[in-house]
Nanobody, 114 residues
């Protein structure tokens, strides 16, 4: 069974940075198109960044230029570097395939507030 374990969230002031990590216990990690999703209170979960098996990367317009997705295939780990954070980035962040295939992990809370 695939497990996704997200970490790295926290409370940060506007303009600050965080780096999220997602450890995936899945064989063939590099074969999957992975993504970071987030769910803000009262809103639907949305995909904010994705990386395909060919390393094509795309971002939601709301995070473009501020977030960077990457992965370490050897460690089966997905990362999300988040810079210039805004209050509207407050959400629980999850990793999964771009089109979710696996059970969701517990996510990691990101709160942007002064």
């Amino acid at each position: 069974q695939v497990q996704l374990v997200e970490s790295g969230g926290g409370l940060v002031q506007p303009g600050g940075s965080l780096r999220l990590s997602c450890a995936a216990s899945v064989s063939g990690f590099s074969d999957y198109s992975m993504g970071w999703h987030r769910q803000a209170p009262g809103k639907q979960r949305e995909l904010v960044a994705g990386i395909t098996r060919g390393n094509f990367i795309n971002y939601a317009d709301s995070v473009k230029g501020r977030f960077t997705i990457s992965r370490d295939v050897a460690k089966s780990t997905l990362y999300l570097q988040m810079n210039n954070l805004k209050p509207e980035d407050t959400a629980i962040y999850y990793c999964n395939t771009k089109t979710p295939l696996f059970d969701w992990g517990q996510g990691t809370q990101v709160t942007v507030s002064s």
